[in-house]
């Protein structure tokens, strides 16, 4: 199994400007998670999806943040425009809700996003 | 709200010693918590969970304890190594499969 997978692995922009992340969950996983990390705040929850629809996204920060997942095996995350406080390492991750499965989520290895 | 605690400060230790990492958590009752070993540059891997109902889970060398009274679990790495070293984090699990995670504790052993 390739695990869960992550593009771009690093992204610097300027101020003002689109960025897309890009994630694609491991085969078979029908939860999948978009976490936000940085010193200062650890690793905050953002928005969570289970079967493709978006169950709580109380946790993106601003209207400047969306995220979707139009089919079962790739979803993004997009902040427009982006601001430098946004700058930090955003990880997707995805694990298999259902009876008899495991809670765990498995993470990719991140997105390095600097903004200028 | 729901708060979650590690030790913020960094834990060193010497190789062959048992480590012990705290996670305290207020407002929230989860049904099972999870740790999670974080390296540095990398996602985090799961570790180990223990459900409410359990007091005590082992693998290999690690143990977690989790007392819902106090609101408490206890992560052990027992004869530590320095490949050891790395970020621990604990989670907190709800419905959906949502962890909240606390801020992790930094394990440094030593040689």
């Known amino acids: 199994d390739a695990g869960v997978i992550q593009s771009p692995r690093h992204e610097v922009t300027e101020m003002g400007q689109e960025v897309t992340l890009r994630c694609k969950p491991i085969s078979g996983h029908n939860s999948l998670f978009w976490y936000r990390q940085t010193m200062m705040r650890g690793l905050e929850l953002l928005i969570y999806?289970?079967?493709?629809?978006?169950?709580?996204d109380s946790g993106m920060p601003e209207d400047r943040f969306s995220a979707k997942m139009p089919n079962a095996s790739f979803s993004t995350l997009k902040i427009q425009p982006s601001e430098p406080r946004d700058s930090a390492v955003y990880f997707c991750?995805?694990?298999?809700?259902?009876?008899?499965?495991?809670?765990?989520?498995?993470f990719g290895p991140g997105t390095r996003l600097l903004v200028l | 709200s729901q708060k979650i605690e590690q030790n913020s400060e960094a834990l060193n230790i010497q190789e062959g010693k048992t480590a012990t990492l705290t996670c305290n958590y207020t407002?929230?009752?989860?049904?099972?918590l999870q740790w999670y070993r974080q390296d540095p540059g990398r996602g985090p891997v799961f570790l180990l969970l223990i459900r409410e109902n359990e007091k005590e889970k082992r693998k290999e060398r690690l143990k977690v304890t989790f007392d819902t009274t106090l609101k408490q679990s206890l992560f052990h790495i027992t004869a530590s190594q320095p490949a050891d070293s790395a970020t621990y984090l604990c989670a907190l699990g709800g419905g959906y499969n949502k962890l909240i995670f606390g801020a992790g504790t930094r394990l440094a052993v030593h040689p």
């Open positions: 991750a995805s694990s298999l809700r259902g009876q008899g499965s495991q809670e765990t989520q498995y």
């Open positions: 999806f289970n079967n493709n629809v978006p169950i709580d």
């Open positions: 407002n929230y009752s989860p049904a099972y």
